[in-house]
């Protein structure tokens, strides 16, 4: 196995091959002998498990988003654990006069600490 493509005729060192991401037979010509060859690509699979405790009643636990244009991330939070987006919108609590800040998912006003 080898992290760059070598040619299976003058063994020239031929560095890594672009756009070659599917795990099907690829033609490459060399650039030293000229000759053309076959080769295959092979990917390794690894799982990278982790507990996701909103996923199974427990609280998201969100963080706001940051990004360009900042207008489109401006007020939404990712949760950490499960990937879910959401919007928290600033409402008026008229009782004690200050802004209060709800999460508002898919149109449900609910808790960001959900």
Do not use: W
């Not at 909103?54 to 499960?82: S, T």
């Amino acid at each position: 196995m080898s992290y760059t493509l070598e040619c299976p005729y003058c063994e020239a060192d031929l560095g890594e091959p672009d756009d070659c991401y599917e795990p099907t037979d690829h033609e490459h010509e060399c650039h030293e002998c000229s000759k053309s060859f076959i080769f295959g690509v092979e990917y390794e699979r690894t799982y990278y498990p982790r507990k996701a405790d909103c996923l199974n009643g427990g609280a998201h636990r969100y963080k706001p988003m940051i990004g360009a244009p900042v207008e489109h991330f401006a007020g939404r939070v990712r949760c950490e654990d499960c990937g879910e987006e959401s919007r928290l919108e600033a409402k008026a609590d008229t009782a004690s006069g200050r802004a209060q800040r709800t999460n508002n998912n898919e149109g449900d006003d609910a808790d960001p600490a959900r």
